[in-house]
């Protein structure tokens, strides 16, 4: 079945440490995204990208970076200049359909906790 | 400012009665919106989505919502709960001309009581 993987389920770090989240599909979607999750909050854009080597800040990307080098994999690193980081980060894909509007594909997230 | 509010928290039903979970949003061109279901440490899962046409969507699982213009709501609805449908929803947002940028709401917090 095609679907997002994200890995870790469940991610600790100490403060000050840069951390990966992976996130990997293979539902040959050309866009991808990661949101953060706060309790009371909703879902916050951090990044997303269109198309392979491009990408664009969401409304929250300070502090965080990502790469797209393959059409799979949408890596977000949390760096140490992230203010507040302990959060559940999802990442979801979409092929692209303007007019049609499809819906977001997402992974099952990665609770990170930073103490 | 584009926004999507869901002003209730929580809302509390008893199995086998009718649901609303309200939802109300402020754009400034065409709507497209969205209902998205998230069960306990999972990802969101969408549910149904208006785009045009018809002012009722009908969705997975039962659900179906009302896009009202006039009132600016799209109110998810179920004429019958089912405990199984308790999970947090997410009303969502995205402009016809930005394919991109998908504005989420608060979250409603549903609790079917057997």
């Known amino acids: 079945d095609g679907g997002i993987t994200q890995s870790p389920k469940y991610l600790f770090r100490k403060e000050g440490q840069n951390v990966t989240l992976s996130c990997e599909q293979n539902l040959n979607h050309d866009a991808m995204y990661w949101y ?32 797209r080098e393959k059409k799979e994999s949408f890596p977000l690193t949390v760096t140490s200049a992230q203010k507040n980081p302990t959060a559940f980060y999802l990442c979801a894909s979409t092929r692209k359909g303007r007019d049609s509007r499809p819906p977001l594909h997402f992974g099952n997230g990665t609770r990170l906790t930073v103490t | 400012a584009q926004s999507v509010a869901q002003p209730e928290d929580q809302v509390n039903v008893a199995e086998g009665n009718p649901l609303t979970v309200k939802c109300t949003y402020s754009v400034s061109g065409n709507p497209y919106l969205f209902w998205y279901v998230q069960y306990p440490n999972r990802g969101l899962q969408f549910l149904l989505k208006y785009i045009t046409g018809d002012n009722l969507v009908k969705g997975s699982y039962g659900f179906e919502a009302e896009f009202n213009k006039s009132q600016t709501s799209f109110h998810l609805k179920k004429p019958s709960a089912l405990v199984s449908d308790s999970a947090l929803y ?12 998908l504005i989420f709401g608060t979250g409603t917090r549903l609790q079917v009581f057997p």
């Open chain 1, 36 to 67: 953060r999750q706060d309790p009371g909050q909703g879902l916050r854009l951090i990044y997303y990208s269109q198309i392979v080597n491009d990408f664009q800040k969401g409304d929250i990307a300070e502090g965080y970076s990502v790469s």
């Open chain 2, 90 to 101: 997410f009303c969502a947002v995205s402009l016809s001309y930005n394919t991109d940028k």
